[in-house]
């Protein structure tokens, strides 16, 4: 079963899995492994969510055996990273860690789901159980955006993180410029006419992003082909992307599974893209909190910690234990 809202629109919708119509499918960051949900899309009356079976019970034990990194792993590593970034004069590389939370006897997911969707009514919400795989997750990046009579394509340059109450400094504004360059050169290959916005603040729950939207018109038969340039972006990966995405499988000491990568929504209209960020894996005895951040040459390990902690807080502050 499948759970999910759209971006500033409070209907819940599922998909009926009695035709095979391709719904919703998810990607792993990789690209190796996918996950669908075929059938129509619907809209869940939401007494019938209070009713739905969404229990730990249902949910696989945590087999992977593996710890959360620790700070002191964390910034170690991260200079690490920094060093390669000098090195090879990198504009950014993306580096996450996970945080698995154990501090629980049940979680209530209806009732987390919900705060999260109170919580990001901006950002795409999703929960579903595969039988195999439980994810649960809310987050604002578009990948792509396209409009099925119009041909009109959008997505987003969405890089550097604070706190809302800071002011950016120059390491978030230069974090940003190379992903909205990258963005440009891909379009540019597809269309010859781009609109591209001012870069402005994107607010995200207890924390804020620098942003700038682009539009074109593409032609349909070339859509699977910018989504495949488009990703891994420079926001979940970095560039040059296959020299980052090397240094990232050296450093992480996990795989990504479908954290950072996407959710494709298909509905009449439109196909829609979102980049799987803040989010988790949930098993019957943890969850699994998936953080990450772009770093650059002037980044500081301590900072990056308190950054994706913050990150982290968009699940957990969330979660409805006991």
């Not at 869940?44 to 019970?57: C, K, R, V, W, Y």
């Not at 959360?68 to 990273?81: F, G, P």
Request: with cysteine; hydrophobic share 35%; charged share 25%.
């Amino acid at each position: 079963m499948i759970y999910f809202k759209l971006p500033f629109n409070e209907k819940l919708l599922s998909a009926d899995q009695k035709s095979i119509k391709n719904a919703v499918n998810l990607f792993s960051y990789n690209g190796l492994d996918q996950i669908s949900f075929n059938g129509d899309i619907f809209e869940i009356n939401p007494t019938e969510f209070d009713h739905a079976l969404i229990t730990s019970e249902t949910l696989n034990d945590d087999t992977t055996d593996s710890p959360a990194e620790t700070k002191e792993e964390y910034c170690n590593t991260l200079q690490k990273v920094i060093e390669v970034i000098k090195e090879n004069n990198l504009p950014k590389l993306v580096y996450s860690r996970r945080k698995i939370f154990t501090d629980f006897n049940t979680i209530n997911y209806r009732e987390s789901f919900k705060n999260l969707c109170k919580s990001y009514p901006n950002a795409f919400r999703y929960l579903f159980n595969d039988g195999q795989n439980a994810w649960m997750g809310a987050f604002s990046e578009v990948l792509g955006k396209f409009n099925k009579s119009t041909h009109e394509f959008e997505t987003m340059a969405l890089a550097g993180t604070l706190p809302v109450s800071e002011e950016w400094s120059e390491k978030e504004i230069e974090e940003q410029k190379p992903v909205t360059n990258y963005i440009q050169d891909i379009l540019k290959n597809y269309s010859d006419s781009i609109d591209q916005s001012e870069t402005y603040d994107h607010i995200s729950g207890n924390i804020k992003h620098l942003r700038t939207d682009f539009k074109t018109t593409i032609q349909p038969e070339d859509l699977d082909r910018i989504i495949q340039d488009l990703h891994p972006t420079p926001a979940v990966c970095g560039i040059p992307k296959d020299f980052c995405n090397e240094n990232i499988r050296k450093y992480e000491k996990f795989p990504r599974e479908f954290y950072a990568g996407y959710i494709k929504v298909e509905t009449e209209d439109s196909i829609l893209y979102f980049v799987n960020l803040r989010c988790a894996r949930l098993y019957k005895d943890s969850v699994h909190v998936f953080v990450g951040g772009g770093i650059t040459a002037q980044s500081n390990p301590e900072k990056e910690w308190r950054e994706t902690e913050l990150k982290s807080e968009a699940i957990l502050k969330n979660l409805v234990v006991s």
